[in-house]
């Protein structure tokens, strides 16, 4: 099985094809990513902070230190950069279910469904 990226979403932008930063060499925009089983029904929500390094190096840091788990950096914002980072790593994930897929996209964007377990 494989998987196929059905379309990108923002609720910051909308649409997100027509974003446009106020600097586009320092943004950070929270961007979900809509995949299902290529081919197949349904879709599931992959999260990504997309942002430039300079953005990233401003956050405060309460701590002292990050863990930037399901960012996606960019030099300067690009939608079809995004698209074709987002659908690359999407378009590699295969397995033989729709879990150990999503499971191999959730190492790059968090899964709405990554810690769910039955009851």
């Known amino acids: 099985m494989r998987a196929e990226l059905r379309r990108l979403h923002s609720p910051d932008a909308d649409p997100l094809r ?3 930063p106020e600097d586009p060499r320092d943004f950070g925009i929270y961007v979900q990513a809509l995949v299902g089983p290529s081919g197949g029904p349904g879709e599931e929500s992959f999260e990504f902070v997309v942002c430039t390094a300079r953005w990233f190096d401003a956050q405060p840091f309460d ?3 990050a863990w930037p788990l ?3 950096f960019l030099k300067r914002w690009d939608y079809a950069t995004v698209e074709r980072a987002i659908n690359d ?3 590699r994930a295969e397995g033989p ?3 150990s897929v999503a499971a191999q996209i959730a190492r790059y964007g968090g899964w709405e469904f990554a810690d769910y377990r039955a009851q």
Do not use: I, Q, R
């Open 18 to 20: 027509d974003y446009e």
């Open 97 to 99: 279910d729709w879990s």
């Open 70 to 72: 399901h960012h996606l």
């Open 89 to 91: 790593a999407v378009t």
């Open 63 to 65: 701590k002292g230190f």
